[in-house]
Structure formats: C-alpha cells, structure tokens
C-alpha cells in the first residue's frame, strides 16, 4: 500500500513538472533575428575589367541587421530583358585552395594550391555580400561596354525574413590583357608602348639624363601563345638592336620577380611563371604594398664624372593576366643607356 502511494505521489509530481515546464516553452518568445530597414547597399553599379578576377569589398551596410545574413542574386538578365545564360550558367573556374603567400619554390608547388571549381562568372558571397567577377569572363560571350549590360536583384534573408534590392547594374569593360595598357572603354590600345619608370639614366650620345616627359624609355608587350608560362624581358637600342641583360650589373636576377628556372643570354632573360602576375591581390616581396602590380627593378652601376658612382634603374611595375609565353621589351627610344664608366 506504501508502495502504491510512493508511485501515485511519483507520477503526479512528473505530470505537474511537464505542465510547469510546457507553460514556460509557450511564454518564452519565439527569438528571430532582426532584418533591419536601414540596411543598404552603398553600390549599385559594377564595372569589372574582363578576363581577371575582381572582387567588389565594402559595398554593404548592415544597419542595425541582425547577422548572419545570407545573400543571393535573383533575376539576373540583359539590359533588355532577355535572358543572361552566360551569367545564370556554371563554368570552370580556377580558386586557391590554399594560400598563396610567394614563399612557394616551384610551378609545381603553386599549381598545387589551386584547383577548378564549378561557379557562376558573376556572383555574390552568401555570408558577405561581396561581388565576385571570375577571370574566365571574357568579351566573346559576356556582354561588355559600350553594350548597357546587365541588371539583376539580391536578396538578403536571415530567420527575421527576406528583403530585396532592386535594378542592380552590371556593366563590364572588355579584358586588358596587361596593365599599364589600354584603353579602358574599348580594349585598344592608345599608344605604341607605356612610358617606363626610371631614374638616373644618361644616354650615352649627349650625356643627359634621359626623361619620361620625353618619352625616352617606352615598354612594349607582346604575347606569342595562350598556352605557355614564360615571361621574357630584352633590353633593346634606338635601332631595336639588342643590348645584354648584364650590363645592368646591379640587378637581382634571382629574386627579380616569382619565376623560376631563369635563362639569360646576351639578348634576354626569361623566367618559368604561373599566371596571373601577380597571382594574387596579396603583398609580396616581388609586388607594391597592395600585391595589384608586380615589381621588376632592372639596376646598373658606372662610375660617373668625378668618381661618383651613379645607379641607373628602370622599374617595371605591371601586371599580366593572360597565360602565354609573354615577352616585355623595355625600348631606349632615343639614345642608349651610358653603361661605361667617365
């Protein structure tokens, strides 16, 4: 008898322990994350050169959003309205697996940090909202200016609900294959090579210092494949004839730029790379503060009028974004570089 009222106490203590406990689940507010009125995009036009990757940072504003959001392109098509399969599409991209920092030692070893996955060209990052335009993009299919281009929408969600952002713009420009190069409307180029920087130059004719008002010292960029990865420079005269790669006797040839298995003979240098150069917006010993360009610094010494050692120089800044046996021709248009010594 004892025993039955040890249970029956037992089970109408569990039986008002569940009530106590559903009543406390039915007051508790339902917790939804907030999805705020003044979250905004601070862009709503895109511009991205074809032919390279481009990421578009800092064009969102959360407001007072509650986070994490999610964000997703939706109605994606031509200024006219049609369809843009070209953009809705999945193609073969090339991303980092992981990351490069421009210690590595080899092709190899850099090949082996990326690998092909299936994207978009066009897309938005689902936790940052960040625009992604990939390298595989190129005019012969996408649409590029002076064509209007492309409008889309995005839709930014959390558990608080949905929200829309309406008649993005999306216009790309056609590829520039190197930078500094051409120009940006059309993809043509507006002069016959770029003004190179340099310093402490005299020619060798008038013993002036040579000057890039005047046009003195012209880069020229040529490509002879798709396929390859190499990068050549020459040094060349008035008359193109070939000037040797040793007379800039100060030069760091191994550590020039992030190649590897260097040739150089008395008209060129050239070096195994992987492209693009640089590989990644990322800050490199071989690349300014940003990583955007590559720095190549070509030097010489000579003893100048009254013993003074002078240190000419011609730095290369620039980038490459097409794969191909490339060749940069750095043109002394005027007057050859004064190597000897007074």
């Known amino acids: 008898m004892k025993r039955n009222k040890i249970l029956s106490f037992l089970a109408v203590a569990a039986l008002s322990m569940a009530i106590f406990i559903t009543a406390c689940k039915k007051n508790i507010p339902d917790v939804r994350l907030s999805l705020a009125d003044d979250m ?8 991205p050169i074809l032919g390279r990757n481009t990421v578009f940072t800092n064009n969102f504003n959360i407001g007072s959003s509650s986070i994490p959001l999610n964000f997703k392109i939706v109605n994606m098509r031509r200024f006219t309205g049609e369809p843009a ?6 193609f073969p991209v090339q991303v980092w697996k992981s990351a490069y920092d421009g210690t590595e030692k080899s092709l190899a070893e850099i090949e082996a940090k990326r690998t092909i996955e299936n994207h978009q060209l066009f897309e938005i990052r689902q936790q940052s909202g960040q625009f992604v335009m990939w390298a595989k993009a190129n005019s012969s299919f996408v649409k590029a200016q002076p064509d209007s281009g492309y409008v889309f929408d995005v839709e930014v969600s959390n558990s608080g609900g949905r929200k829309y952002f309406k008649d993005f713009k999306l216009r790309p420009f056609k590829e520039r294959p190197y930078e500094p190069s051409l120009n940006e409307a059309n993809g043509q180029t507006t002069f016959v090579g770029q003004t190179a920087f340099f310093s402490n130059i005299r020619g060798e004719r008038t013993g002036r210092f040579l000057s890039s ?9 040529n490509k002879k494949n798709n396929t390859g990865n190499s990068l050549t420079f020459k040094f060349v005269d008035t008359l193109f004839n ?16 992030h190649g590897f298995d260097m040739v150089k003979d008395n008209e060129k240098v050239t070096y195994k790379v992987a492209y693009p150069i640089p590989l990644a917006n990322y800050p490199t010993k071989y690349t300014d503060g940003s990583g955007q360009y590559a720095i190549s610094p070509f030097k010489y010494e000579r003893q100048g009028f009254g013993n003074v050692k002078e240190t000419g120089q011609v730095n290369l800044v620039y980038s490459i974004y097409e794969k191909g046996d490339w060749e940069i021709i750095i043109w002394f248009r005027t007057e050859r570089p004064k190597f000897n010594n007074d």
């Open 242 to 257: 070939p000037i040797n790669p040793d007379k800039f006797n100060a030069t760091q040839w191994p550590t020039l730029l």
């Open 213 to 221: 008002s005047q046009g003195d010292v012209i880069l020229l960029f």
């Open 85 to 90: 399969p070209e953009l809705t599409d999945f």
């Open 40 to 47: 905004q995009f601070t862009v709503k036009q895109y511009q």
